[in-house]
Nanobody, 121 residues
Framework: QVQLVESGGGLVQAGGSLRLSCAASGRTFSSYAMGWFRQAPGKERELVAAITWSGGSTYYRDSVKGRFTISRDNAKNAVSLQMNSLQPEDTAVYYC??????????????WGQGTQVTVSS
């Protein structure tokens, strides 16, 4: 069972930046796609960004393209989400997730506990 621990959330003003990090347990981290989801109050959880096992391909939802960057370091079992130009609508709990396979298209089966991101206007 993989354990995913997020960090880096907090309160930031609109236009500011935050960097979320996720530390994963296990020796097979590099075999799986990773992703970041978010869930705002009263809304469904949505996929924000994803990266393949090798880091060679990424996905971003339209609303964060050009502002967020996902990256991974397989040597450190870590995945990060750099968030720039944050807006109040980015406010949510952000979750790190592990893919079922090396490609994000196969879906995700493990999530961390989440970290709160609050963007004030």
């Amino acid at each position: 069972q993989v354990q995913l621990v997020e960090s880096g959330g907090g309160l930031v003003q609109a236009g500011g930046s935050l960097r979320l990090s996720c530390a994963a347990s296990g020796r097979t981290f590099s075999s799986y796609a990773m992703g970041w989801f978010r869930q705002a109050p009263g809304k469904e959880r949505e996929l924000v960004a994803a990266i393949t096992w090798s880091g060679g391909s990424t996905y971003y939802r339209d609303s964060v393209k050009g502002r967020f960057t996902i990256s991974r370091d397989n040597a450190k079992n870590a995945v990060s989400l750099q968030m720039n130009s944050l807006q109040p609508e980015d406010t949510a709990v952000y979750y790190c997730a592990r893919g079922r396979t090396g490609a994000w298209s196969a879906g995700f089966d493990s999530w961390g506990q989440g970290t709160q991101v609050t963007v004030s206007s």
